[in-house]
């Protein structure tokens, strides 16, 4: 079935170091969703992407969909404490079903 | 408030008692979603339904049910947990826009434990 994998599983970093995680489906996606999780709660959206090699920014982070519409990524620039948690990538699949991505657990040294 | 509900938040059971998850939503939303999360595997979808009277398997739908009789209502029926469906289960919903489902808002939560 299809498979949406993310790289790192974890990172940690110093406050002030940036971020970057990575998504990849193993199918093409109409569109890609951003989601965090803090410690302890529930997903949260973030943005959404929908056409090939779109680039959209919210304050300190970056979001880029591939051109094949196959990949992601989330860049943070200059982490702070705030940002800590666990981010997803998701995406539509067949039949209107949903898949996430594996995440990327953040952890910011102070 | 708009949100998405769900209960028990915490639930320990034994080995084939049947038990059902509730989520509700008050946001009118057409799509609503069953996930389970488990450390390293991120949120399998595990049943979800596009509109009242219509639900579809998801990608781990073994040993689990759901129904949709009315549209705010999605609750989730293990009908004999087993010590392999314990885990973080998470309800969502969303508004369905043509044929791509639009920002997914989820409940809080429930940790499950089959013992």
């Known amino acids: 079935g299809q498979q949406v994998m993310q790289i790192p599983q974890y990172q940690h970093v110093q406050e002030g170091e940036d971020f970057t995680t990575y998504c990849n489906s193993s199918?093409?996606?109409?569109?890609i969703q951003w989601y965090k999780q803090r410690p302890g709660g529930h997903p949260v959206f973030l943005i959404q992407?929908?056409?090939?090699?779109e680039v959209k920014k919210q304050k300190r982070l970056t979001f880029q969909f591939g051109e094949a519409k196959k990949n992601s990524s989330l860049h943070i620039t200059a982490t702070q404490t705030t940002d800590v948690g666990t981010y997803f990538c998701?995406?539509?699949?067949?039949?209107?079903?949903?898949?996430f991505g594996t995440g990327t657990s953040l952890t910011v040294i102070p | 408030e708009a949100q998405v509900t769900q209960n028990p938040r915490y639930l320990i059971t034994v080995t084939g008692k049947k038990l059902t998850v509730t989520c509700s939503q008050n946001?009118?939303?057409?799509?609503m979603s069953w996930y389970r999360q488990d450390p390293g595997l991120g949120l399998r979808q595990i049943y979800y339904?596009?509109?009242?009277?219509?639900?579809d398997k998801g990608d781990v739908p073994e040993g689990y049910k759901v129904s949709r009789k009315e549209k705010r209502n999605f609750p989730l029926i293990l009908e004999s947990p087993s010590p392999n469906q314990t885990s973080l289960y998470f309800c969502?919903?969303?508004?369905?826009?043509?044929?791509?489902?639009?920002?997914?808002?989820f409940g809080p939560g429930t940790r499950l434990t089959v013992l």
């Open positions: 946001m009118n939303h057409e799509y």
């Open positions: 998701a995406g539509p699949g067949y039949g209107n079903q949903f898949y």
């Open positions: 339904s596009m509109n009242v009277e219509v639900t």
């Open positions: 969502a919903s969303s508004p369905f826009i043509g044929y791509n489902t639009d920002t997914q808002y």
């Open positions: 992407l929908v056409k090939s090699g």
């Open positions: 199918t093409t996606l109409s569109n």
